[in-house]
């Protein structure tokens, strides 16, 4: 698989937008992530606080799995391919991630690859509904054009397509 601008920019968009869908706040979306000696692999990045009041542990750690699923997820759906997100290095880390963080609540390795790839199934299937997928499309288009964008223009992409979504 290889990378090419747009399909990044859709990747970084499914967790921008899943992350405000969830309730986290994003604070910055971009193509020109600051660690790349660190993570080489990543080509783009999304800044995302977690608000902890009212939400259980349990609940926070699903949230950021989902998140961390979601950029694979709308990746998937833009080049219209599906594909084990465990077998494309670019989305390492993003499956590293989910994989660390769900094994706080499942600690058996088939059961939490089992629920991961779930997961993966039922994101595809949201963020194939309209107002989900032209949100993602919108805030796509977005960093394709300016490169980053800062967390309330992806909030105020969000809520024209979906509504407030916290």
């Given amino acids: 698989m290889t990378d090419d601008i747009s399909s990044i920019a859709y990747h970084e968009a499914g967790h921008a937008v899943i992350a405000v869908i969830l309730g986290g706040e994003v604070l910055s ?17 999304v800044s ?8 259980s542990k349990r609940e926070l750690i699903q949230r ?11 990746e998937m759906i833009y080049r219209g391919e599906e594909v084990d997100p465990q077998s494309v290095a ?9 994989w660390q963080l769900s094994g706080l609540l ?15 199934a039922e994101l595809c299937r949201m963020l194939q509904r309209d107002a989900c997928w032209q949100a993602i499309a919108e805030t796509a288009d977005q960093l394709e054009a300016h490169e ?3 967390g309330d223009e992806v ?3 969000v809520a024209r397509w979906i509504g407030e979504a916290t």
């Fill in 148 to 150: 980053t964008l800062d």
């Fill in 29 to 45: 979306l971009t193509l020109e992530p600051d660690d790349v000696e660190t993570l080489p692999e990543r080509a783009g990045e």
């Fill in 106 to 120: 499942i600690k058996a390795p088939q059961p939490r690859t089992q629920i991961l790839e779930g997961l993966l």
């Fill in 90 to 98: 670019e989305w390492r880390y993003d499956w590293e991630i989910a």
């Fill in 48 to 55: 995302i606080r977690w608000h902890h009041r009212g939400v």
């Fill in 155 to 157: 909030h105020q992409i």
């Fill in 64 to 74: 950021e799995v989902i998140t961390c699923l979601a950029g694979p997820a709308a």
